[in-house]
């Protein structure tokens, strides 16, 4: 009997030293949670994300094994999306837009949750505020809605003559939603006559440009924001070109396929800086602790090729202070 109890004890203390390390040695779990589908190939900004966690010693599939789950842009998903992403065990939540980070926190109040770039975390309900967010949630915010005065005020310089705004944005985005209300009330300070035209789909996207193409409008403001807009960016920017009406956004690639302007925050290094705040919460630090980070620079983009075609004079002015000219 002391023989069998002896092995027993020995067995127990061997397995004992084994257990503590295959704890020690599990790689970091980080969920990545989106509304719109995950490719094969990182976008810009998710790449800068992990070439941020790379930096910091963090490399999938080595250091680190980071869990991608997307609601494929059907938001009413989004809710089951994030709680299974929750049942997988993951130490920390990195959130793309409004969608996703609300849906995460409607999942969980325990895990940590990091907006990689949320344009009004306050004004959506995700922080209580941008110096103590609370709860379970922190990470980098570009507030859209503050910038859209600016982009407005800029179109006036570029196209003084104009009037009418029509503002297309997404009504299953509470960002995109805080965002037209102020291009709305900034428009109408200006002189302007503002349309918000909100929408849920891709096919009314496609109604709204076609109602557009048959009345007076001077101006096409289109919202930021991560799911409706930035997968038809290519549309917006065409459908422009094809009618003659400049386009405005807070999405740089928005210029870059052929919009006239925006004006808007470095988004990938935005998610590149939110990686360190990943790693933060890895090392212990608890969300509500860490202040939201704003962005330092925001970058003015002039499609100086669209100009052209639209029959645009750019001033010299606007040409001087742009951080980057497309010709």
């Known amino acids: 009997m002391r023989r069998r109890e002896a092995i027993l004890a020995l067995l127990a203390w061997a397995a004992a030293p084994r257990a503590g390390f295959a704890q020690r040695a ?3 779990r980080i969920g990545y949670l989106l509304l719109s589908p995950v490719t094969d190939a990182p976008s810009r900004e998710r790449q800068a994300f992990l070439d941020g966690l790379r930096e910091l010693g963090y490399v999938p599939g080595k250091t680190v094994e ?3 789950r997307s609601a494929e842009n059907e938001p009413a998903f989004m809710d089951d999306v994030a709680r299974d992403l929750v049942k997988l065990g993951v130490e920390v939540i990195a959130t793309s837009g409004s969608v996703a980070t609300l849906s995460a ?3 969980t109040r325990d895990v940590p949750i990091v907006m990689l770039a949320l344009g009004d975390p306050v004004g959506v309900g995700a922080v209580t505020s941008l110096a103590r967010p609370g709860g379970n949630v922190t990470g980098v915010s570009f507030i859209s809605s503050d910038l859209a005065p600016k982009r407005v005020q800029l179109i006036k310089e570029l196209v003084p003559d104009a009037k009418r705004i029509a503002i297309v944005w997404d009504t299953r985005n509470a960002n ?3 965002e037209a ?5 900034a428009a109408r300070t200006l002189g302007m006559l503002p349309e918000s035209l909100g929408m849920s789909s891709d096919a009314n996207l496609a109604r709204t440009l076609e109602a557009l193409a048959t009345r007076r409008t001077d101006v096409l403001y289109a919202a930021f924001e991560g799911g409706l807009i930035a997968s038809n960016r290519t549309l917006i920017a065409e459908f422009g070109l094809r ?6 956004s807070g999405w740089s690639f928005l210029s870059e396929a052929g919009g006239l302007m925006s004006y808007a925050p470095d988004i990938p290094a935005m998610f590149h800086r ?3 705040y990943v790693h933060r919460v890895l090392q212990g630090e608890k969300p509500e602790s860490l202040p939201i980070e704003l962005p330092t620079r925001v970058e003015l983009v002039i499609n100086l ?4 075609a639209l029959g645009i004079a750019v001033p010299r002015s606007i040409l001087l202070r742009a951080d980057r000219v497309i010709e």
């Open 26 to 28: 599990r790689r970091p």
């Open 66 to 68: 980071i869990v991608y």
């Open 105 to 107: 926190k409607r999942a």
């Open 176 to 178: 995109a939603r805080n």
């Open 181 to 185: 209300a102020a291009t709305v009330t």
């Open 243 to 248: 009618h003659r009406l400049p386009v405005v």
């Open 274 to 276: 939110a990686a360190f």
């Open 305 to 308: 090729k669209t100009a052209k």
